[in-house]
């Protein structure tokens, strides 16, 4: 027998589509995302200033912005936001990119420092 029925053949188109099955669902399983949050007795303003100095201070500085109760910053692929909910008494750290190491190492340069 000839053509891709041919013995042996089958294995390696398996092995062929089950690698494209991995890597499309690997590609669309989306960002890493670290998160974390703290309590805090923080006034609002006080803790926006904090979340801006932290951001700012990690370099993810590239697209910062203040929306609101959060801080936006960005580096490379990796984007950080930390949202004061004051009146709740919470303070809320998400970073967001393409490695979790990254965005764990990320993460932990706003929360330690906050």
Request: charged residues 20%.
């Amino acid at each position: 027998m000839t053509g891709p029925f041919a013995k042996g053949a089958g294995i390696g188109a398996g092995f062929g589509i089950l690698t494209l099955i991995l890597t499309c669902q690997t590609a669309l399983a989306g960002p890493s995302m670290s998160s974390n949050w703290s309590a805090t007795t923080l006034e609002q303003k006080e803790c926006m200033q904090r979340a801006e100095r932290v951001v700012r201070d990690a370099g993810l500085s590239r697209n910062f912005d203040i929306v609101g109760q959060s801080v936006f910053g960005q580096v490379d692929a990796y984007t950080a936001v930390v949202r004061c909910v004051t009146d709740k008494g919470v303070v809320i750290f998400v970073v967001a990119g393409p490695a979790l190491d990254e965005a764990k190492r990320h993460m932990r340069n706003i929360f330690d420092k906050f």
